[in-house]
């Protein structure tokens, strides 16, 4: 089974009325974060922790699992959410900043 997480065939994980999460594969757990600093930083500590369970029992007894950062639902990739004419909602990202007058 595969899930098509980024790009135009996306499929939503998460919860569409949560700005931003991290989302695991595997167990389908969803984390609510508040920003998108606090949710990139779960999802690398939570990458680092599955890529050591796995070597350390040689992926014998751990399940793979990854985890993926979510914006409204869909893993959030700057690119795609562009793609989509969408807020990527990163505060670096100057089309996307709110201080940009339209
Ligand atoms: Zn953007």
Redesign the pocket.
Known sequence: MTTQLFGPDRKRVGYEDQEWAVWVFGPDDVHQKTTLAEALELAAELNAMFAELHLRDSGKYSPVMYAVVLHWGYAWN?AV??SFGL??G?PD?P??SPKVAS
């Open positions: 700057s959410e562009h807020n990527c990163h990202c089309p996307c």
